[in-house]
């Protein structure tokens, strides 16, 4: 059975803060790992881990995959009051035969940052 | 726009009674899922579709059944079976192995 575990559960930061985000997880036929932040409803997607160690960078945020340790860590620098989410790492793995497979989530990591 | 359309954005159930999500997508994505999610929870997978007339069961299907008639419309209906639906629904499709594109979701409330 999949298993993907996030942690912390939730934080609580100040603006400019930095935060290091986690996520460890057990899946068959592994491809990828995908970040996503949803704020109110529909997730929205940050990033796309293939590659054991190579960073992925998008303004503040940043994101690595650890194949070995099978993890990956999302960090956010300079945290601002829009950051406050709930953040998704959902690992992609085949599925059905197909090309298309399907994403496991964790139970997510909910940021919230004050003024 | 392309995009995914979920309907109604509120839902209300009463006690031993199905009703039927409306997930609709014009992005010619041949794959397509339903999530659940709870509250301070991350997404559940319960059914998905990688062809029409075809479908299969993901973590949480007990209680909801989908049809995938049409390529473009994945409904999913949720059962009396199902004791605990209360929940936010999600819909996602994908063209290829990557790129999910979710739609707004509707939220289900048992009355």
């Known amino acids: 059975e999949d298993k993907v575990v996030q942690s912390p559960l939730s934080l609580v930061v100040h603006e400019g803060d930095t935060v290091t985000l986690n996520c460890s997880y057990e899946?068959?036929?592994?491809?990828?790992l995908l970040w996503y932040k949803q704020e109110k409803k529909a997730p929205t997607f940050l990033f796309m881990l293939?590659?054991?160690?190579i960073e992925k960078k998008s303004g503040r945020l940043s994101s690595i995959l650890d194949k070995k340790e099978l993890s990956s860590i999302l960090n956010i620098t300079a945290t601002q009051t829009g950051d406050s989410a709930i953040y998704l790492c959902?690992?992609?793995?085949?599925?059905?035969?197909?090309?298309?497979?399907?994403?496991?989530f964790g139970q997510g990591t909910i940021l919230t940052v004050h003024p | 726009d392309g995009g995914i359309t979920q309907s109604p954005k509120y839902l209300f159930r009463k006690e031993g009674q199905n009703v039927t999500l409306s997930c609709e997508q014009n992005?010619?994505?041949?794959?397509m899922y339903w999530y659940r999610q709870d509250p301070g929870q991350g997404l559940r997978l319960i059914y998905y579709?990688?062809?029409?007339?075809?479908?299969q069961k993901g973590d949480i299907a007990e209680g909801y059944s989908v049809s995938r008639e049409k390529k473009e419309s994945f409904p999913l209906t949720v059962t009396s079976a199902q004791k605990n639906p209360t929940a936010f629904y999600l819909c996602?499709?994908?063209?290829?192995?990557?790129?999910?594109?979710f739609g707004s979701g509707t939220r289900l409330t048992v009355v």
């Open positions: 996602a499709s994908t063209r290829d192995s990557y790129g999910y594109t």
């Open positions: 899946v068959t036929n592994f491809r990828s």
């Open positions: 293939t590659s054991s160690g």
């Open positions: 959902a690992p992609h793995r085949n599925a059905g035969g197909t090309s298309y497979g399907k994403l496991t």
């Open positions: 992005l010619n994505h041949d794959a």
């Open positions: 579709s990688q062809i029409v007339n075809d479908f």
